[in-house]
Each structure stands twice: as structure tokens, then as C-alpha cells.
């Protein structure tokens, strides 16, 4: 369903999204009422507050709940999948330990930083996250220590990543809308969101790490096994309910796990190559490009990645029926996180489709302040108001592209760095990744606001400070 009229002026519109947000939080945070159930009700009474019609009210919730689920459910099932048979067979302990190693224990989340800074070159923040996960838990678990130490530098470099550099869809569509060089936002991008992540994201994980105490959680993938595939104290059995037998089996070399994680990559890379050929007419259509940018396709590239786990190391796992037990305990614990996720896409739809964006835009753009910061600004309003930060992008740009007809390519490219960042700051209730974070790293929500949300501003922030120096030179 396409955004509606506002029903009511700007002032009614913003109370409306600012209560909304206020009741979701205190029902979470002070009532404890699960957060799934929360946010369901308080996209119901959104709704039907913000002038969404009665009988439209179902749809607009279930339509964006659908849609959330569709792009979440199966690339988390997937993930998971692939992370469980990982942390069993010991291939993510492998895997730590050559990182660990290479560059030694106190640049681990650097490392590891630096890692899905690669990673997230052609993969989405939601798909590089799942993978990434067994790999964050087990550094985490192995030295101790908050776990901010190690998540927030990988989760923020695929935020940054997403955010700033093609070919990921909201700067490919923002550059597109107001005539910017995409070449030139790749060249530019890639130091941008370098310094963004460095300064906005790894710094301040320092910091958070010494003052917040996040333990690593076992939710999806049960204790860490060392060297030799046992569990800590134990006899090779799994504590974490998986059917793993008593018997001790050789891990994978770290060349099949480096090998297994780049799959997903490079055939998402070859989906992302075509789609940009052919978009340029470089290439013309046939069934081989569709082919070929089918297996590229970020689910099946997942899904081919995970029948290459299962057949590389399915047996280490032990037998069928232990295989089986083991992908079954990675599924269950996953459903209040992809519910969860699922209900924060229907919460930042239903402010979409009310109107509240529109309200926020319209108000800032009669302001008459500088383009640069206005960007910012509508962005940042957007990305508060409905959640998602591609939305935000896309929409910002598509306002304000008739103000740059005169603009050189630099400043083109700094005014999508500065829609980037205010695309990215204040990650909050109604945003899906807000809720992935949080369940992924098992977080509480004030936890998640003190330290995610805090951490996307920061990111932003220096994004946009990268997009004003950019802007002053060109």
C-alpha cells in the first residue's frame, strides 16, 4: 500500500510517531510485555491513530509484516544453519584462532572489523551479520569480556558498508535520483566508509566495551568446542541439546571454512557484477546471465552455501540423524528473533504508509538551510520516522534531487554520503535491524538503545563530517 495524505497537520502527525514510540518502549522496558506483542499493538493503534483507515488497518500490517519476513526469515534460517554446523565441527573455532593468531588477541575485533568491512563489499547487512555471528560469538566467548568488544565492530562495518558504497541499493539509487557518478562514488566510498567505521564505530566499541558488560550468548549456537571438537569439561558430547555423540572428530582446516565463507560472496559478488552490466547495457539478457545471477541471489547463494557445509562437513557432525538433530537446534531458538524482526518492519511500515515521513520532509524542506545539511536532515527524519535506512535514502534523494542540477560531481557525491548518514543514525524501535542486533546478541532493548543506537548516530555522524569535508573541497 502506497504512503497516504496525512490525515492531520504536522504537529498532530509528530506527536502521534513521537507517542507511539514513547508507549512501545514503556510496554517493553516497564511493563515487560514481550516485545513482539508490544510492537504488534502499538502498530495496530498507530494506525488507527494516524488516520490509516479502519479497514486498511490489517492490511497495511500484515502486508509490511510479510514483506520484512520475507526478506529476513530466510536468510536467518539459512545463517543459522550454516553457523550451527560451523560452531559444532569446531570450523568457527578454526577460524578465530587463525584471526587470533595472524593479528594476535588485542586486535581481534579489529580484525575481525576489518573482515566484514571485505565481506560486506556485495552482501547486505542482515545476510553478512548471519554469517558473520558463530564467528563473533566464538572470539567473544574464547577471551571473555564484553561482547561489544567483537560485535559492534563487525555489525557496524556491514552498516557502513551498506550505507555508503555501491552496489548495495540505496546509494546505487540516491546517486542515480540526483545525477551523481556512481564510479566516482565507489572511489570515494570506500575511504569514506573506512573512516566512518574506524573513528564512528571501532573507537567508540572500545569505550562501550569497558563500560557495558554484554555476555556472549549461546542462543543460537550452544558452548564453544576446543581444538579437537569437545566440549568444555566434557567428553565430546553437546550440552546445548544437539544429538552429538561421544566421539572426537577431527575440525575442518581453516582453508574449507575461509572457502565456505566466501562462497556466499563471491556468488553474491557475481549477481551484483551482472545486475550493474546489465543496468549499464554492457551485457545484453540471456538465460546464462539469469542463471548466473540466480545462484547470486542472496538467499540461494546462502542456501548453495549451506548444501556445501552439509557435504564438506556433515560428517564430522556425526551421523543423518545427528546432522538433523543439529540443524534442528539451530532453527528453534531463532523464532522470537525473526517474529521480533518481522513486527519491527510492520511498526516502521505503518508509519510510512500514515504519512508521518511526508510530514517531517515537507517541514524541514521549507526551511531554507544549507542543501548539505538539509539532506542530512531529511534523512535523519525519515530514518527516525519509518525505520528503514534504504528507504531513507532513496526517499531523501528523490526530494531534493531538483536542487542539484548545478552541483559539481564531488559535491554530488558528498550530498549522497551526507543522505547516507542521516539515513544511518538513531537506529531505534521501529527499525528491523534494531531487533536483530538485539536478539542476536542478546541484548535487552535499553541495552541495544545505549549501545547500537548510539553507535549508528556515531557512524552516521562521521559520515556525515567525511560528506562536509568533501563538500568544501569540491
Known sequence: MDPLEPAYGTTVMLLIALAAVAVLLTLIIVVRLHAFLALVLVSLLTGLAAGIPVADVPT??????GS??????????????LGRILETTGGAQVL???????????????ALGVAALIFGFPIFFDAGL????????????????SLLYYALPAAGAFAAMHAIVPPHPG?????TDIGADLGLLLLLGIPVALLSWYVGVYLLSR???????VSASDLLFGETRDAEGRAPGGNGGDSSGSAIGTTTRTVPSFGTVLGLLLLPMLLISLNTVLSTLLEAETIEQSTLVDALML???TPVALLITLLAAIALLGSRVGTRDELQSTIDDALGPICSIIL??????MFGGVLRTSGIGEVLTSSLGDVGIPLLLQAFLIATALRVAQGSATVALTTTAGLIASQTSDLGSLQLAALVFAIAGGSTVLSHVNDSGFWLVSRFFGMDERTTLKTWTVMETTLGSMMFACATAIWVIG
Open 171 to 175: 546509494p546505487v539509487a540516491a546517486g
Open 340 to 345: 521480533i524482526t518481522g513486527a519491527g518492519g
Open 130 to 145: 548471519v554469517v558473520f555471528l558463530p564467528i563473533i560469538l566464538t572470539v567473544a566467548r574464547r577471551f571473555g569480556g
Open 60 to 65: 497495511v500490517m500484515l502486508q509490511f509484516f
Open 295 to 297: 545462484v547470486g541471489n
Open 68 to 81: 520484512t519476513l520475507g526478506s529476513v526469515a530466510l536468510l536467518v534460517a539459512l545463517g543459522v544453519m
Open 96 to 110: 578465530a584462532d587463525t584471526l587470533v593468531s595472524r593479528f594476535g588477541e588485542k586486535r581481534a575485533p579489529f
Open 207 to 213: 569505550l562501550m566495551g569497558a563500560r557495558i558488560d
